[in-house]
């Protein structure tokens, strides 16, 4: 396994955009400079509140290795609700990320040997304009202020493509919002 892929596994539930937040995050991936991405969404029996799942991988090369991510290097949670469902940590690399969406302090969530990052996800996107429960742009803000492996003005413009004739402008504020407003700690 190659070191210099970054590997990403997304948590939402069916209907909040992980595989769209995802896709977006590959694309201004791509735009900054990572020519190697690949994006995997898992399907299953998934319906609308069921927990869902997919995979990102990026790299400053082009990726032959097309295999499941079983190792992440971080994780992003869209809905903390399903830190009590779905073992969003497995098997996250020692130091890895963990970029959750929950309404809590930083202090109130512990992920030992893991830095985690914080956002009310939710809140912010509802201050930007969009309806309770869409948080997959909101969430790329929090992604880019943890990771800052991708510039928030290359995201947020990935966002106001991919939603075009879809309130783009509010999407992007939300991402901004939450990326203003989003806590990392350990």
């Excluded at 937040?21 to 900054?32: C, L, M, Q, S, Y």
């Excluded at 991510?69 to 690399?93: F, R, S």
């Excluded at 985690?116 to 202020?145: E, R």
Aim: proline share 5%; glycine share 12%.
């Amino acid at each position: 396994m190659r070191k210099d892929i970054i590997e990403i596994r997304w948590h939402g539930r069916g209907g909040q955009g992980a595989i769209t937040a995802a896709k977006i995050v590959a694309n201004g991936a791509f735009v900054t400079g990572f020519k190697g991405v690949v994006m995997a969404p898992t399907f299953g029996t998934e319906r609308r509140g069921a927990p869902v799942l997919t995979s990102l991988k990026i790299a400053k090369e082009k990726i032959y290795d097309l295999s499941p991510i079983t190792t992440p290097d971080m994780v992003v949670v869209l809905d903390h609700t399903l830190l009590d469902e779905v073992d969003v940590v497995a098997g996250l690399k020692e130091g890895g990320l963990v970029i959750l969406n929950g309404p809590r302090p930083l202090s109130s969530y512990s992920f030992p040997g893991m830095r985690v990052a914080v956002a009310d996800v939710t809140s912010q996107a509802v201050s930007a304009g969009l309806p309770p429960g869409i948080v997959n742009s909101g969430i790329i803000g929090a992604f880019a202020k943890a990771t800052g492996l991708v510039d928030i003005d290359v995201l947020v413009r990935a966002i106001e493509e991919e939603f075009v004739g879809k309130k783009p402008e509010k999407n992007a504020q939300a991402a901004r919002l939450v990326y203003a407003n989003t806590a990392i700690g350990g």
